[in-house]
């Protein structure tokens, strides 16, 4: 996936809007609707040459247009290429589009082999027999992943389908001198953070960079995300967006209640903001924290990158502690009927290996390889404090809107969190809003 994908909360049902975490992206249309749309991305070969797979070659199909995206997976083509695993003709589209037609894409005639994301966004695919599994080279590569990767790599029907390619997580980033400027310390639980909320406010410091305009309610799924997981823990938060748990349940009344602790520490005018003004923000040093993805590493240049850095989101209920971290993973899938299976298949296993890993690497180094024998020696300082991070975690989730489904997130959720977050004293009313809508998108 390019930084692009990653950054998104990738919906898929009809009239779904979300904003990608750098290019704001509309949600996917239902299958009548892309009728027209579709070819765009259903034809293989590089939609910018035309060219179109040759005899023996195996189509790719990737929305990594955007230049860092389109150099890294050029460089794990070539290294494939290079092992002597043969020839791949990348149908390269804009983001947009590729978001936008991917269901009407599945369901004609895609590449052999396309870049996706892992968990429930796979499993839905997977789900619709949209996909075909990977049995057959699994026992190979399984072994170069971490227990909580290879989870995501299943379908619900225990099958692997997915070859993750990079992750990167969620945490609450800060610049070093303005810590040091004002002797804040980092905290460790979250009574500890509301108390340097507080510091900060003092300091005439907006405590937390917020932008939720134009359609960036996504970013407040970070906090609202951690929250859940260090107040209940990682079972009762998938249980939640899997729709197996009631939004009504004391539990969540909770973490609104501690959400609500603060809000009023966020950067005022966040409606109206942004998301990349707000990591703006946090660059020109006008606020002090913020709660998002490494991506936040991109708004950073030269010295400023070196003076960035993180800590996790910190303890609510010690009982659960910092067992989980958001690491929203991206990587490739099989379409169903591939028209090159041996060689799709054969592509897929070089991808879930070290050399793969390392050739990606050379050409975007603002993510972290997930492949553990991996070269990680030329990672950067943020690089390798993430992928520490990652490693000691218990548990991995995505993000809400890839851990649930895409349109109860972006039509229900989404909306419901951005007006309490506007009203904090709305509790009550905001959870069953949202659970009086769920039955919609989860079957009982």
């Not at 149908?91 to 269901?103: E, G, L, M, P, R």
């Not at 020696?377 to 991070?389: D, R």
């Not at 975690?393 to 007006?419: C, E, H, T, Y």
Request: glycine letters at 10%; proline letters at 6%; hydrophobic letters at 40%.
């Amino acid at each position: 996936m390019s930084h692009f994908q990653r950054r998104s909360p990738e919906p898929w049902r009809v009239g779904m809007l979300a904003a990608d975490r750098r290019t704001v992206l509309k949600g996917l249309l239902g299958v009548a609707g892309l009728a027209a749309a579709g070819p765009l991305l259903a034809a293989c070969g590089d939609s910018s040459t035309g060219a179109a797979a040759g005899p023996g070659a195996i189509s790719l199909g990737s929305s990594g247009s955007e230049p860092t995206a389109k150099a890294a997976y050029q460089a794990l083509i070539d290294a494939f290429g290079k092992s002597g695993g043969g020839t791949v003709k990348p149908n390269i589209v804009d983001n947009n589009t590729f978001q936008k037609t991917i269901n009407s894409y599945l369901q004609g005639t895609p590449d052999d082999v396309f870049t996706w994301y892992a968990g429930y966004r796979m499993q839905a695919f997977a789900k619709k027999g949209l996909l075909h599994p990977i049995d057959s080279i699994w026992p190979a590569i399984e072994g170069n992943f971490s227990p909580a990767t290879k989870s995501l790599c299943l379908g619900e029907d225990g099958k692997p389908y997915f070859v993750p390619i990079y992750n990167y997580p969620t945490a609450v980033f800060y610049r070093k001198s303005v810590f040091a400027q004002h002797g804040y310390q980092i905290p460790a639980t979250y009574d500890d953070l509301i108390a340097l909320a507080g510091r900060m406010k003092n300091d005439n410091l907006s405590p937390f960079s917020h932008g939720i305009g134009s359609g960036d309610g996504w970013t407040l799924l970070n906090t609202f995300d951690y929250l859940n997981l260090r107040t209940n823990g990682y079972q009762f938060h998938i249980d939640l967006m899997s729709g197996k748990t009631s939004w009504t349940d004391p539990k969540v009344k909770a973490v609104l209640e501690q959400w609500g602790r603060v809000i009023p520490f966020y950067q005022q005018g966040g409606a109206g903001r942004k998301w990349q003004d707000a990591q703006q923000a946090l660059v020109d040093k006008k606020t002090g924290m913020a709660v998002t993805g490494m991506f936040v590493a991109t708004s950073f240049k030269g010295a400023d990158l070196d003076d960035l850095d993180f800590f996790p989101f910190p303890v609510v209920d010690p009982a659960h502690g910092l067992d989980t971290v958001e690491a929203p993973t991206d990587g490739f899938l099989l379409s169903k009927s591939p028209k090159n299976l041996d060689g799709a298949l054969k592509l897929m296993q070089f991808i879930g290996t070290a050399p793969a890993a390392e050739a990606y690497q050379s050409g975007d180094k603002s993510n972290l390889a997930v492949v553990t024998n991996s070269d990680t020696t030329k990672y950067n300082a943020l690089q390798t404090k993430a992928a520490a991070l990652i490693a000691s975690s218990k548990n991995m989730s995505q993000f809400g809107d890839r851990d649930s489904d895409p349109g109860f997130m972006s039509d229900v959720v989404i909306p419901a969190l951005s007006s309490f977050v506007n009203d904090p004293s709305q509790v009550q009313p905001t959870l069953q809003s949202i659970e009086s809508q769920k039955s919609r998108y989860f079957s009982a």
